[in-house]
Protein backbone atom coordinates (compact mmCIF):
# COMPACT_ATOMS: atom_id res chain seq x y z
CA UNK A 1 0.00 0.00 0.00
CA UNK A 2 1.45 3.19 -1.14
CA UNK A 3 1.98 5.87 1.76
CA UNK A 4 -0.96 8.41 0.34
CA UNK A 5 -3.29 5.35 0.06
CA UNK A 6 -2.21 4.70 4.34
CA UNK A 7 -3.10 8.52 5.00
CA UNK A 8 -6.26 8.35 3.24
CA UNK A 9 -7.66 5.21 5.11
CA UNK A 10 -5.87 5.99 8.12
CA UNK A 11 -8.03 9.45 7.98
CA UNK A 12 -11.37 8.10 7.31
CA UNK A 13 -10.88 5.12 10.55
CA UNK A 14 -9.72 7.70 12.78
CA UNK A 15 -12.27 11.04 11.88
CA UNK A 16 -15.08 8.53 12.05
CA UNK A 17 -15.44 8.12 15.93
CA UNK A 18 -14.11 11.38 16.40
CA UNK A 19 -17.26 12.81 14.63
CA UNK A 20 -19.29 10.50 16.52
CA UNK A 21 -18.37 11.83 19.54
CA UNK A 22 -18.87 15.42 18.08
CA UNK A 23 -22.42 14.47 17.21
CA UNK A 24 -23.49 12.51 20.41
CA UNK A 25 -22.21 15.34 22.55
CA UNK A 26 -23.80 18.59 20.95
CA UNK A 27 -27.54 16.06 20.28
CA UNK A 28 -27.24 15.97 24.64
CA UNK A 29 -26.76 19.80 24.66
CA UNK A 30 -30.21 20.53 22.68
CA UNK A 31 -29.15 20.45 18.90
CA UNK A 32 -32.31 18.37 17.54
CA UNK A 33 -30.92 18.20 13.82
CA UNK A 34 -28.31 17.53 11.89
CA UNK A 35 -27.79 18.26 7.99
CA UNK A 36 -24.95 16.13 6.47
CA UNK A 37 -23.59 18.01 3.28
CA UNK A 38 -21.89 15.84 0.71
CA UNK A 39 -22.98 12.34 3.38
CA UNK A 40 -21.62 9.98 0.89
CA UNK A 41 -22.12 6.57 2.19
CA UNK A 42 -22.63 7.55 6.16
CA UNK A 43 -24.26 5.64 8.38
CA UNK A 44 -24.42 7.46 11.43
CA UNK A 45 -28.21 7.21 11.65
CA UNK A 46 -28.05 3.60 11.66
CA UNK A 47 -25.13 2.99 13.97
CA UNK A 48 -25.53 5.90 17.01
CA UNK A 49 -27.56 5.53 19.53
CA UNK A 50 -29.93 8.65 18.35
CA UNK A 51 -33.00 9.55 19.83
CA UNK A 52 -36.10 9.17 18.11
CA UNK A 53 -36.74 12.79 17.60
CA UNK A 54 -33.14 13.83 16.26
CA UNK A 55 -33.94 14.77 12.71
CA UNK A 56 -31.09 13.60 10.23
CA UNK A 57 -31.25 14.88 6.68
CA UNK A 58 -28.48 13.74 4.20
CA UNK A 59 -27.84 15.78 1.12
CA UNK A 60 -25.84 14.44 -1.81
CA UNK A 61 -26.20 13.97 -5.53
CA UNK A 62 -29.18 12.08 -6.62
CA UNK A 63 -27.12 8.87 -7.92
CA UNK A 64 -25.60 8.43 -4.54
CA UNK A 65 -29.03 8.91 -2.39
CA UNK A 66 -30.95 6.37 -4.50
CA UNK A 67 -27.57 3.71 -4.31
CA UNK A 68 -28.05 4.04 -0.21
CA UNK A 69 -31.71 4.19 -0.66
CA UNK A 70 -31.68 0.57 -2.29
CA UNK A 71 -29.11 -0.80 -0.15
CA UNK A 72 -30.25 0.74 3.32
CA UNK A 73 -33.60 -0.83 2.03
CA UNK A 74 -35.15 -2.56 5.20
CA UNK A 75 -33.05 -1.11 7.92
CA UNK A 76 -34.69 0.98 10.73
CA UNK A 77 -32.70 4.16 11.75
CA UNK A 78 -32.44 4.87 14.86
CA UNK A 79 -33.78 8.75 14.14
CA UNK A 80 -35.94 10.93 11.55
CA UNK A 81 -34.07 10.26 8.83
CA UNK A 82 -34.46 12.27 5.42
CA UNK A 83 -32.35 12.58 2.50
CA UNK A 84 -32.69 14.54 -0.11
CA UNK A 85 -30.79 14.21 -4.23
CA UNK A 86 -29.31 17.28 -4.77
CA UNK A 87 -26.26 18.89 -6.89
CA UNK A 88 -25.02 21.05 -4.30
CA UNK A 89 -22.70 23.01 -7.06
CA UNK A 90 -25.86 24.51 -8.23
CA UNK A 91 -25.95 27.25 -6.15
CA UNK A 92 -29.85 28.70 -6.27
CA UNK A 93 -31.11 25.34 -5.88
CA UNK A 94 -28.26 25.11 -2.67
CA UNK A 95 -29.83 28.35 -1.36
CA UNK A 96 -33.45 27.26 -1.99
CA UNK A 97 -32.87 23.86 0.14
CA UNK A 98 -31.46 26.02 2.86
CA UNK A 99 -34.15 28.00 3.33
CA UNK A 100 -36.60 25.03 3.06
CA UNK A 101 -34.83 22.93 5.93
CA UNK A 102 -33.73 26.12 7.80
CA UNK A 103 -37.48 26.83 7.91
CA UNK A 104 -38.45 23.18 9.36
CA UNK A 105 -35.54 22.71 11.95
CA UNK A 106 -34.37 24.14 15.04
CA UNK A 107 -31.12 24.53 16.44
CA UNK A 108 -29.32 22.27 13.55
CA UNK A 109 -25.38 21.07 13.39
CA UNK A 110 -24.18 20.94 9.71
CA UNK A 111 -21.72 18.75 8.93
CA UNK A 112 -19.27 18.11 5.85
CA UNK A 113 -16.86 15.41 6.54
CA UNK A 114 -14.61 15.24 3.76
CA UNK A 115 -16.11 17.70 1.29
CA UNK A 116 -14.48 21.14 1.82
CA UNK A 117 -10.78 19.87 0.80
CA UNK A 118 -12.05 18.90 -2.69
CA UNK A 119 -13.79 22.68 -3.47
CA UNK A 120 -11.91 25.60 -4.07
CA UNK A 121 -11.94 28.53 -2.25
CA UNK A 122 -14.67 30.08 -3.91
CA UNK A 123 -16.99 27.17 -3.60
CA UNK A 124 -15.84 27.37 0.08
CA UNK A 125 -16.50 30.24 0.65
CA UNK A 126 -19.81 30.69 -1.27
CA UNK A 127 -20.59 27.55 0.58
CA UNK A 128 -19.86 29.05 4.29
CA UNK A 129 -21.93 32.43 3.80
CA UNK A 130 -25.04 30.45 2.48
CA UNK A 131 -24.81 27.86 5.87
CA UNK A 132 -23.92 31.21 7.78
CA UNK A 133 -27.35 32.90 6.35
CA UNK A 134 -29.68 30.39 7.80
CA UNK A 135 -30.49 31.55 11.31
CA UNK A 136 -31.07 27.61 12.70
CA UNK A 137 -27.19 26.06 11.07
CA UNK A 138 -25.89 27.05 14.24
CA UNK A 139 -22.79 24.61 14.56
CA UNK A 140 -20.55 23.19 11.71
CA UNK A 141 -17.95 20.45 11.83
CA UNK A 142 -16.18 20.16 9.40
CA UNK A 143 -12.24 19.54 8.95
CA UNK A 144 -8.84 21.51 9.63
CA UNK A 145 -5.49 21.20 7.67
CA UNK A 146 -2.79 23.21 8.68
CA UNK A 147 -0.32 24.72 5.86
CA UNK A 148 2.68 22.73 7.21
CA UNK A 149 0.44 19.88 5.54
CA UNK A 150 -0.33 21.25 2.38
CA UNK A 151 2.76 20.39 0.64
CA UNK A 152 1.94 16.79 0.65
CA UNK A 153 -1.22 17.30 -0.67
CA UNK A 154 0.09 19.19 -3.31
CA UNK A 155 2.58 16.65 -4.72
CA UNK A 156 1.87 14.86 -7.78
CA UNK A 157 2.14 11.49 -6.44
CA UNK A 158 -0.86 12.60 -3.92
CA UNK A 159 -2.15 14.40 -6.96
CA UNK A 160 -1.99 11.12 -8.92
CA UNK A 161 -3.29 8.75 -6.41
CA UNK A 162 -6.70 11.02 -6.18
CA UNK A 163 -6.99 11.78 -9.88
CA UNK A 164 -10.05 14.06 -10.26
CA UNK A 165 -10.56 14.56 -7.23
CA UNK A 166 -7.89 16.47 -5.47
CA UNK A 167 -7.15 18.55 -3.01
CA UNK A 168 -8.29 22.53 -4.15
CA UNK A 169 -8.34 23.67 -0.61
CA UNK A 170 -5.63 25.60 0.55
CA UNK A 171 -6.03 28.61 2.30
CA UNK A 172 -2.65 31.10 3.66
CA UNK A 173 -4.80 30.83 7.08
CA UNK A 174 -7.95 28.10 7.45
CA UNK A 175 -9.17 29.76 10.09
CA UNK A 176 -8.95 33.30 9.07
CA UNK A 177 -11.08 32.33 6.45
CA UNK A 178 -13.59 30.86 8.39
CA UNK A 179 -13.56 33.96 10.32
CA UNK A 180 -14.12 36.19 7.43
CA UNK A 181 -17.17 34.38 6.49
CA UNK A 182 -18.41 34.67 10.15
CA UNK A 183 -17.19 31.25 11.54
CA UNK A 184 -15.37 30.96 14.38
CA UNK A 185 -13.64 28.06 16.39
CA UNK A 186 -15.62 26.57 19.44
CA UNK A 187 -13.76 23.38 19.39
CA UNK A 188 -11.29 21.42 17.94
CA UNK A 189 -9.68 17.93 18.01
CA UNK A 190 -6.98 16.59 16.84
CA UNK A 191 -6.42 12.95 14.67
CA UNK A 192 -3.41 12.92 16.08
CA UNK A 193 -4.64 12.63 19.69
CA UNK A 194 -7.64 11.07 18.81
CA UNK A 195 -5.47 7.99 16.98
CA UNK A 196 -2.98 8.05 20.51
CA UNK A 197 -6.41 6.64 22.10
CA UNK A 198 -6.92 3.88 19.40
CA UNK A 199 -3.39 2.90 19.25
CA UNK A 200 -3.25 3.95 15.51
CA UNK A 201 -0.37 6.13 15.13
CA UNK A 202 -0.12 8.59 12.35
CA UNK A 203 1.60 7.31 9.46
CA UNK A 204 4.49 9.68 9.34
CA UNK A 205 6.79 9.70 5.86
CA UNK A 206 10.01 7.62 7.17
CA UNK A 207 12.24 10.88 7.08
CA UNK A 208 9.79 12.17 9.64
CA UNK A 209 10.34 9.31 11.68
CA UNK A 210 14.15 9.58 11.36
CA UNK A 211 14.16 13.22 12.50
CA UNK A 212 12.88 12.08 15.83
CA UNK A 213 16.26 10.65 16.41
CA UNK A 214 17.87 14.16 15.73
CA UNK A 215 15.35 16.64 17.16
CA UNK A 216 14.08 14.59 20.21
CA UNK A 217 10.41 12.89 19.78
CA UNK A 218 8.29 15.28 22.03
CA UNK A 219 9.41 17.92 19.60
CA UNK A 220 8.22 16.08 16.11
CA UNK A 221 5.41 15.11 18.12
CA UNK A 222 4.14 18.63 19.35
CA UNK A 223 4.49 19.68 15.60
CA UNK A 224 2.47 16.84 14.00
CA UNK A 225 -0.39 16.51 16.25
CA UNK A 226 -1.41 19.78 14.81
CA UNK A 227 -1.27 18.75 11.42
CA UNK A 228 -4.84 17.67 10.84
CA UNK A 229 -8.07 18.23 13.14
CA UNK A 230 -11.76 18.56 13.18
CA UNK A 231 -13.33 21.58 14.28
CA UNK A 232 -16.78 22.63 15.44
CA UNK A 233 -17.40 26.04 14.22
CA UNK A 234 -19.76 28.46 15.50
CA UNK A 235 -21.26 31.92 13.97
CA UNK A 236 -19.40 34.97 15.34
CA UNK A 237 -22.53 37.17 15.89
Not at 8 to 27: G, K, Q
Not at 164 to 186: H, L, N, V
Not at 200 to 220: A, T, Y
Request: hydrophobic share 40%; with cysteine.
Amino acid sequence: MRRYEKYAYWSVIIRTPLIDRYVLDYASRGYGAVINIGAGLDTRPYRLPLTRDMHWIEIDFPGIVDFKNEKLAGKAPHCKLERIGLDLSDHAKRKKLFDELNAKVGPAIILTEGVIPYLDETAVGSLARDIYDQPNFELWISEYYSPEIYPRFQARKFKDSLGDSSFRFFPSDWFAFFEDRGWTQKEIRYLYDEAAGHGRKFPLPRWVSLLKFVFGERRIAARVRRLTAYVVFEKTG
